[in-house]
């Protein structure tokens, strides 16, 4: 990892003053605040080798680039204090709150931070959720990646939330669709907004795709490989296969039927099949379903939308992956505002808030 600025970069250092100026704009309601120990209530999911840590310095050093911030030396007192407000412009589940915690720790660990909600909550338009009170040049040069990280994980729970809410009794899967660099972030926040993840990367679950299945010669041919690669290297891991036919599930029931195999789920790949009137045939999937008998995990994958996905979980599969929840995500609009009656009327004016 490159760190080519320390996190003093930023801004300009620290002051020894012993007494700051101090701004309190839009002064609000006391409120019950949630404990530090509320902030990771979802714990993101384990990696043996992403440094979280290590992405926030990547995120903090690109928007620092050699200088700082050249903006909030210019026009801003090194002494100044500020709090700045958490602000909702959409209706939505917030995420991110965890990370946005680690963030401004990481620029400047005596802000104070304080939030009136938890991951995984509904906020509504207009709704202030948090605040951040403290040196004013550490907020602003926090205040960008905080809500990058916010927003994205936001956007990303709230979609979640309600295709987990549709899919039920089916349990909604994200896939390895994600932003380059960002894969811990966005499986996190699945788990926040009431999914699960699906396997992280390539190395904690063996999965047999279709291109794997070609180059074997066949789902017999690739899960007999599956089977002598994880015996001979003493493995435990879950197996998928993915099966597009009929045909195909009845090869993988038939091997198993025969052959002592690690095989823990069947996916079901482009088995709904979308019809002229916008509604889904969900006849394939149900038979292959049926021909599995619960004696494998299902997973439906494929033209899986917000609006058929209801339709999917009543197939009787055990779960339904969409990579739209990562790959098509719509962040939620948040701001950070220190004159949020300003921001209010603003957001009024443009319907934003």
Not at 256 to 262: F, I, N
Not at 300 to 325: D, F, H, M, P, R
Request: net charge neutral; glycine share 8%; with cysteine.
């Amino acid at each position: 990892m490159m760190r080519a600025l320390s996190l003093f970069t930023f801004c300009s250092p620290i002051p020894s003053h012993p007494q700051r100026l101090k701004v309190k704009m839009s002064a609000t309601a006391t409120r019950n605040t949630v404990t530090p120990a509320a902030f990771l209530a979802v714990k993101p999911p384990a990696h043996p080798t992403y440094d979280l840590k290590s992405v926030i310095h990547l995120a903090l050093s690109e928007d620092a680039g050699d200088l700082g911030d050249v903006t909030c030396k210019a026009t801003i007192p090194d002494e100044m204090e500020v709090e700045a407000y958490f602000l909702a412009k959409e209706d939505g589940i917030v995420a991110g709150i965890g990370l946005a915690e680690m963030v401004f720790n990481e620029v400047d660990p005596s802000l104070q931070v304080e939030w009136y909600m938890k991951d995984g909550d509904n906020v509504h338009k207009g709704l202030q959720f948090g605040k951040v009170h403290g040196r004013a040049h550490s907020i602003v040069v926090a205040e960008r990646v905080v809500l990058n990280f916010m927003q994205r994980m936001s956007g990303i729970a709230t979609l979640t939330k309600a295709m987990a809410d549709a899919a039920r009794p089916a349990i909604i899967l994200e896939t390895r669709k994600t932003s380059p660099g960002l894969r811990l972030t966005d499986k996190w926040a699945v788990v926040i907004g009431g999914g699960q993840n699906h396997r992280m990367g390539l190395f904690d679950m063996v999965m047999i795709k279709d291109n794997h299945i070609s180059i074997a010669g066949g789902v017999p041919n690739a899960l007999k490989s599956v089977d002598l690669y994880l015996e001979q290297n003493n493995l435990r891991m879950g197996v998928e296969v993915e099966t597009r036919t009929l045909e195909e599930v009845n090869q993988v029931l038939h091997y198993a039927s025969t052959t002592k195999t690690a095989l823990t789920r069947i996916m079901l790949d482009n088995m709904v099949v979308p019809l002229s009137d916008g509604d889904i045939d969900i006849s394939m999937l149900k038979e292959a379903v049926k021909l599995i008998d619960g004696r494998f995990e299902t997973e439906a994958s494929g033209n899986v939308t917000i609006e058929t996905v209801n339709k999917i979980g009543q197939s009787g599969v055990t779960y339904i992956s969409s990579g739209a929840l990562t790959h098509s995500v719509k962040a939620l609009d948040i701001s950070l505002k220190i004159d949020t009656k300003l921001a209010l009327e603003v957001g009024k004016r443009t319907k934003r808030a």
